[in-house]
Nanobody
């Protein structure tokens, strides 16, 4: 069993920045893929960004150029740096990781961007 715990969410004004963290109970460099998802009220959960074990990253078109995903050298923390935030980025952000075909999710952290 892998535990994922998100932190760093909060209220920020439009144009501001936040950095989300995901603390894992297992080495995240050994995960096949780690990612950040978000779910806005009344909408389906969507992929924001992910990073594979080889370091390859992928971003949703809506966040390209504004968000960055990275892994900490301690190998247990995943980050999502979010810049130039927009009201439409408001959502609960979830950390996800896949190890050996098993999918794990955190409980989420709320990000609210005011206009």
């Amino acid at each position: 069993q892998v535990q994922l715990v998100e932190s760093g969410g909060g209220l920020v004004q439009s144009g501001g920045s936040l950095r989300l963290s995901c603390a894992a109970s297992r080495n995240i460099f050994s995960a096949n893929i780690m990612g950040w998802y978000r779910q806005a009220p009344g909408k389906e959960r969507e992929l924001v960004a992910d990073i594979r074990s080889d370091g390859t990253t992928k971003f949703a078109d809506s966040v390209k150029g504004r968000f960055k995903i990275s892994r900490d050298y301690t190998q247990t923390t995943l980050y999502l740096q979010m810049n130039s935030l927009k009201p439409e980025d408001t959502a609960v952000y979830y950390c996800n990781g896949e190890w050996s075909g098993m999918d794990y999710w955190g409980k989420g952290t709320l990000v609210t961007v005011s206009s």
